[in-house]
């Protein structure tokens, strides 16, 4: 009889102990170097414990700073213990990539308030009336909204909920938004931010030291004794310190690293194997980076990218020719045609320069000054990394 496929696979030795606590998805019990935000964080939302409603808190940071995992950590806190002195507090978390409307965001929330119901087919209207009606029954709830940035109608989700306190005579409903944009709230509608009343974190990178601590906590839960080599922890924590300060790019170098093991009969993590997975890494880093931009951010992105594949790029007066580089003029006229075929709002040049800057910051892109040989001063553009995967990708992403 034939082998199963399976059997040799099962059978083959593994340096991981339990691979899932060193995926970006997991979790740990303990935060390392976040214990100032855990702490403002729960005084701030402590007055729900006592029958009051919480100021709006909004999370800033790039990605892999600790946001999501810390309000997850400090709001399941919450949760426990009101359930343990029976309290009125209730909570619940939104990806806002997954559920990117209004509607959508509603819809989850009032399906964890009441399971044994179906609101799909209802108003946006009665489901948020829904959630209120929770809300009176004397409950302080507060909603995580990840990604905010990625809600397509913000304005109308984020006036609802705020100004949906105007209407309870008792409990409330409270915001935490994460977001990696500093600057998203000032797309919002002025009515929008002025019935805010938020208070806003901004978390920053993690150094190279915080992050061999981080990933040595991680080896511990995850591999075998004895199966890392600290010089192997140490090589992932300076890779990912150089590049962005980003504990899941950290985490991730590790993961490949115990995988790129496995399938080789390795029994030993070491500095070779973190470096063969530095590229894999980095590549998948980048396009899960670039999916949850900003829908206008990502229009920008792509135009870029599809100007470097059509464009041979730049000669200067001098016969020099320099590949893959644009002028910033021509992305931005690019740019506006290609939102308004998409039937998007256009963004203005001020904030077209403010998302050139940040698509540099996150290392998507480089930028210089035009120099000598070229005519005029204007700002020459390079995409960091492949066009064609980067406009395979957000060219799925602009068409939801």
């Known amino acids: 009889m034939q082998q199963n496929i399976f059997e040799k696979e099962f059978a083959k030795e593994t340096v991981f102990k339990d691979r899932n606590l060193v995926t970006p998805h997991y979790t740990p019990p303990i935060l390392p170097f976040r214990e100032r935000q855990i702490k403002e964080m729960g005084e701030i939302l402590s007055f729900s414990l006592k029958g009051k409603k919480t100021d709006n808190l909004f999370l800033y940071g790039k990605t892999g700073t600790g946001k999501t995992s810390v309000a997850k950590h400090v709001v399941q806190q919450l949760l426990d213990f009101s359930v343990k002195q029976n309290l009125n507090v209730e909570g619940c978390y939104v990806n806002c990539r997954n559920h990117n409307s ?73 915001i935490i938004g994460i977001s990696n944009n500093l600057m998203f709230k000032d797309r919002l509608d002025p009515r929008t931010k002025s019935s805010l009343c938020e208070q806003e974190m901004v978390f920053p990178p993690y150094n190279a030291e915080e992050l061999r601590e ?18 192997a922890i140490n090589l992932a924590a300076a890779l990912a310190a150089q590049e962005s300060g980003d504990a899941r790019t950290a985490v991730m170098l590790l993961l490949r690293a115990g995988e790129i093991c496995d399938k080789k009969g390795s029994d030993k993590v070491t500095d070779e194997e973190v470096k063969r997975a530095k590229s894999k890494v980095e590549e998948e880093i980048i396009l899960s980076m670039i999916s949850t931009l900003p829908k206008q951010q990502q229009f920008v992105l792509y135009t870029i990218s599809s100007l470097t594949l059509q464009k041979k790029g730049v000669t200067r007066i001098t016969g020099e020719k320099e590949e893959g580089v644009l002028f910033s003029g021509e992305i931005y006229e690019e740019y506006q045609r290609i ?43 390079k995409l960091g990394f492949d066009a064609k995967k980067i406009r395979e990708i957000l060219g799925k992403e602009i068409a939801n």
């Not at 998007?344 to 001020?350: A, P, Q, T, V």
Request: proline share 1%; aromatic share 12%.
């Open 102 to 174: 209004k509607y959508r965001v509603l819809i989850k929330i009032v399906k964890d308030l009441y399971p044994e119901e179906n609101f799909l087919g209802f108003s946006a209207a009665f489901v948020y009336e829904k959630l209120l009606d929770y809300a009176r029954k004397g409950k302080e709830f507060v909603v995580v909204l990840d990604e905010v940035d990625k809600v397509k109608d913000l304005d109308e989700l984020i006036y609802s909920l705020t100004r949906g306190n105007d209407e309870l005579d008792k409990g409330s409903v409270s």
């Open 214 to 231: 981080i990933l040595k906590q991680r080896a511990e839960m995850a591999f075998k004794s004895r199966c890392v080599q600290s010089s």
């Open 339 to 381: 939102a308004k075929s998409h039937h998007s709002d256009i963004i203005s040049s001020r904030w077209y320069r403010q998302y050139i800057s940040e698509l540099e910051m996150y290392g998507l892109i480089f930028t210089t000054a035009s120099g000598k040989g070229i005519r005029g001063q204007t700002r020459l553009i």
